[in-house]
């Protein structure tokens, strides 16, 4: 009678133990593809501490996936994505921070030229 209120008890325990975390496929997926697109944009390594960063991320996630620890792949993985994007970001914002300068010269330049016209 005992051994089976154990075996009940501990058949749970066993089973979760045998559940693991399924590989991140997905998640490299979508880190790559994060990552192509950051460097698409003409970004590199040497101008983006983040996409370093998410590259340094992605090769450990890339690591931890050859071990089969897939929880800890997942976590590389998603941080390199993330990494990634602000890269992208931080990119697009600077350029545009760029233009927004150019456009603002650009209508000074006009409004001296309107001036000196009257």
């Given at each position: 009678?005992i051994?089976?209120f154990?075996?009940?008890?501990?058949?749970?325990?066993?089973?979760?133990?045998?559940?693991?975390d399924?590989?991140?496929?997905e998640?490299?997926?979508?880190t790559?593809?994060?990552?192509?697109?950051?460097t698409a944009l003409?970004?590199?390594?040497?101008?983006?501490?983040?996409?370093?960063?998410?590259e340094?991320?992605?090769?450990?996630?890339?690591?931890?996936?050859q071990?089969?620890?897939?929880k800890?792949?997942?976590?590389?993985?998603e941080q390199?994505?993330?990494?990634?994007?602000?890269?992208e970001a931080?990119?697009?914002?600077?350029?545009?921070?760029?233009?927004?300068?150019?456009?603002n010269?650009?209508?000074?330049?006009?409004?001296t030229?309107?001036?000196?016209?009257?």
């Amino acid at each position: 009678m005992i051994n089976r209120f154990i075996c009940a008890g501990l058949l749970p325990l066993m089973l979760s133990a045998c559940v693991s975390d399924p590989a991140p496929h997905e998640q490299l997926r979508l880190t790559e593809q994060a990552l192509s697109q950051a460097t698409a944009l003409g970004l590199s390594t040497e101008q983006s501490p983040a996409l370093h960063l998410a590259e340094d991320k992605f090769a450990l996630a890339q690591a931890a996936m050859q071990e089969e620890d897939y929880k800890q792949a997942r976590v590389y993985a998603e941080q390199a994505e993330l990494d990634a994007r602000l890269a992208e970001a931080q990119y697009l914002s600077a350029k545009s921070q760029q233009q927004l300068g150019a456009l603002n010269n650009a209508i000074n330049r006009l409004r001296t030229q309107l001036g000196g016209m009257q």
